[in-house]
């Protein structure tokens, strides 16, 4: 059975730091994908990465897929107050639905 | 080209009603999925139809709850007596074919009052 895994739930940072949120999967997978979701909001889809190496960049998030380790990242640069949000990471195989991870919710202090 | 539609956005039920939640499908996309967000959690997968068929139940709850997608319309989760434990966000995401990227609605917000 697929299981994602997302670390850390809760993150709290100064505006201007850098930080990585990670994803560990347990089988292979086809796709991953990232998603932003603000309090009481639906999903916005922020990345889909499909292999291996596969990086990608939006203002200040970037994420990155490493299919052999299973992990994927994203990382936030220099952090700004409007990026306080819960992401979630979830995964899926061509033969199966998607996958979500418990989200991690990133409070950045102004 | 609409995205994935869902209606209500919110709905207010008093427990031991029924709640009908829809799912409009992006134009060309016959597989329907649909996941319940429980306050300050993530996802949970709930079913998988396609046009007419049930293809994977597996996180659907054993009493009350219940899916469909016809041939023509929407597809529809059905809500039986409801609980005050069913008060979630559901969300619908729908794809071309089975395997495709799939792409989620609004959601819809369910509270039992």
């Known amino acids: 059975e697929l299981k994602v895994e997302q670390n850390p739930l809760f993150l709290s940072m100064q505006e201007g730091k850098n930080y990585t949120i990670y994803c560990n999967y347990s089988?292979?997978?086809?796709?991953l994908y990232w998603y932003r979701q603000d309090p009481g909001k639906s999903l916005e889809s922020l990345f889909v990465?499909?292999?291996?190496?596969a990086v990608k960049q939006e203002g200040r998030l970037m994420a990155s897929l490493d299919t052999k380790a299973r992990l994927s990242t994203l990382h936030i640069t220099a952090a700004v107050h409007d990026l306080s949000a819960t992401y979630f990471c979830?995964?899926?195989?061509?033969?199966?639905?998607?996958?979500f991870g418990k989200g991690t919710r990133l409070h950045i202090l102004p | 080209n609409a995205g994935v539609m869902q209606n209500p956005r919110h709905l207010v039920r008093r427990r031991g009603q029924e709640a009908r939640l829809r799912c409009s499908p992006m134009k060309g996309h016959s597989h329907v999925y649909w996941y319940r967000q429980l306050p300050e959690e993530g996802l949970k997968f709930m079913v998988y139809l396609q046009k007419e068929n049930i293809i994977d139940e597996s996180g659907m709850p054993k009493e009350r709850f219940s899916a469909e997608f016809p041939k023509e319309g929407p597809s529809i989760l059905r809500i039986q007596q409801v609980v005050r434990g069913d008060s979630a966000a559901y969300f619908c995401?729908?794809?071309?074919?089975?395997?495709?990227?799939?792409?989620f609605g609004q959601g819809t917000r369910l509270t039992v009052v």
């Open positions: 089988t292979t997978s086809d796709r």
């Open positions: 979830a995964v899926d195989r061509a033969d199966d639905k998607i996958i």
């Open positions: 995401a729908s794809s071309p074919v089975r395997g495709a990227e799939a792409f």
């Open positions: 990465l499909l292999s291996n190496g």
